[in-house]
């Protein structure tokens, strides 16, 4: 059984068009559902588990990245494969193979399931990746060293399903991409960018002051210190053919 949980952004008329075709299409091909819309008004942390007691094998996703975050990080105690329709999506569904709009109810009726990893900071989980910078950051990475940031304009981000500098995080390896950029100014000399990466299962970030950590999934907004690690094989996911 399918259900699905539209974001509230798509109860905006606009949508309704979309939905229309999207909700034709995946009575098609036979996996048509309960749909139950978000609201701050409900639990819906709650609703879950008890369509999942009901029998409820497959939770699509219906939004936007944001949306998809939201919901992994209500379900990961709870036996169910997550699917995704996307409605406005920054990189997620692309980098899982998974097309915009109505087409992506046939990657759903095709159902790859793939187990792929999460990354977790401190108690909440992100399938894409999270973003902070500033100077004077210290990073302890797996137990083994040591990274002290002085410099001050540093670019830092975390995935684990993500593409950036040309380089992809990939969700099946087992581990986090590091990618610090700074970018360097000196007096009559434009700016110089470094880039360094390397990756790790464990890492614990902290700065001399509090600072921002932007979780990308769900837009939250975290303060160091935080531990950052990587969860194999933690969600199971329908991707698009081809994909990881």
């Not at 059984?1 to 091909?29: C, G, Q």
């Not at 001050?152 to 969700?171: E, M, R, T, V």
């Amino acid at each position: 059984m399918y259900y699905y949980i539209y974001d509230s952004f798509l109860n905006d008329k606009k949508y309704h068009s979309l939905l229309a075709k999207i909700e034709n299409r995946l009575t098609d091909l036979g996996i048509n559902g309960k749909i139950n819309h978000l609201s701050f008004l409900k639990n819906i942390q709650q609703i879950l588990a008890e369509e999942i007691r009901r029998g409820v094998k497959t939770v699509v996703v219906v939004g936007s990245d944001k949306t998809l975050g939201q919901i992994i990080n209500l379900i990961m105690d709870l036996n169910v494969v997550i699917g995704y329709i996307p409605i406005h999506s920054e990189c997620i569904a692309g980098l899982l193979n998974i097309p915009q709009g109505e087409h992506a109810c046939d990657v759903l009726s095709a159902r790859i399931v793939k187990r792929i990893d999460l990354g977790k900071v401190n108690n909440y989980y992100f399938i894409g990746a999270i973003e902070t910078g500033g100077q004077k950051l210290t990073f302890e990475c797996d137990g083994n060293y040591i990274i002290n940031l002085t410099n001050k304009d540093n670019i830092i981000n975390i995935g684990n399903l993500n593409y950036q500098h040309g380089i992809f995080a990939s969700p099946n390896d087992e581990c986090l991409d590091l990618f610090i950029e700074n970018t360097e100014k000196k007096f009559l000399i434009k700016k110089k960018a470094t880039l360094s990466h390397l990756t790790f299962k464990k890492i614990r970030l902290s700065a001399e002051k509090p600072m921002p950590i932007l979780l990308m999934d769900e837009k939250k907004i975290l303060k160091t210190p935080v531990e950052i690690k990587v969860q194999p094989k933690k969600l199971r996911m329908i991707v698009g053919r081809g994909s990881l």
